[in-house]
T-cell receptor, first 110, second 117 residues
């Protein structure tokens, strides 16, 4: 079983749509959770951290369910510029490396 | 936010040559840096963890004699691909963790695209 699993997509949605990505992780001792965004041929960039209480940043809402080991990302009112690969990322804390899911590709279409 | 730089951004070399990639944390000290590799349309794969002043820790399947890592200072780690071959062509990305930063994530360099002819 992979440590972090995501639906690879692609998700093709029209502008203005709401889209949700899901992710599960296998290690219950994981401490930190993130969503990164990666554009084609670019490095990943931190989109937002994910907390059990849920957190929102503009059109983006992230949720963490530790009991289910499940992470989600909701994007409202999709823009063309949201087209990218969204990476679910988990960390064990300290100086341990990030563990990446394979990413979910999103294409927002005009 | 924290900035991590990489140099060079792109390199094309002949088979059999060695290529050195530098990763620098520009405004923080990183005792630990990480090296990843990403093949086209594939996910990022961790190659090794680079620790300042000590030997790097390599992931299973990554040859330490082929991918030499040196982390001689708190702001610089280097990855040398020795005797590069076409199958080593990939996107190499480093990251560093800012221990004083929040959220407790890592910052990535812009990557180095290596093409071995």
């Amino acid at each position: 079983r992979k440590e972090v699993e995501q639906d690879p997509g692609p998700f093709n949605v029209p502008e203005g749509a709401t889209v949700a990505f899901n992710c599960t992780y296998s290690n219950s001792a994981s401490q930190s959770f993130f969503w990164y965004r990666q554009d084609c041929r670019k490095e990943p960039k931190l989109l937002m951290s994910v907390y059990s209480s849920g957190n929102e940043d503009g059109r983006f809402t992230a949720q963490l369910n530790r009991a289910s080991q499940y992470i989600s990302l909701l994007i409202r009112d999709s823009k063309l510029s949201d087209s990218a690969t969204y990476l679910c990322v988990v960390n064990m804390g300290g100086n341990t490396p990030l563990v990446f899911g394979k990413g979910t590709r999103l294409s927002v279409i005009a | 936010g924290a900035v991590v730089s990489q140099h060079p951004s792109r390199v094309i070399c002949k088979s059999g040559t060695s290529v050195k990639i530098e990763c620098r944390s520009l405004d923080f000290q990183a005792t630990t840096m990480f090296w990843y590799r990403q093949f086209p349309k594939k996910s990022l794969m961790l190659m090794a963890t680079s620790n300042e002043g000590s030997k790097a820790t390599y992931e299973q399947g990554v040859e330490k004699d082929k991918f030499l890592i040196n982390h001689a200072s708190l702001t610089l780690s280097t990855l040398t691909v020795t005797s590069a071959h076409p199958e080593d062509s990939s996107f190499y990305i480093c990251s560093a963790r800012d221990p004083s930063g929040a959220p407790w994530g890592q910052f990535f360099g812009p990557g180095t695209r290596l093409t071995v002819l």
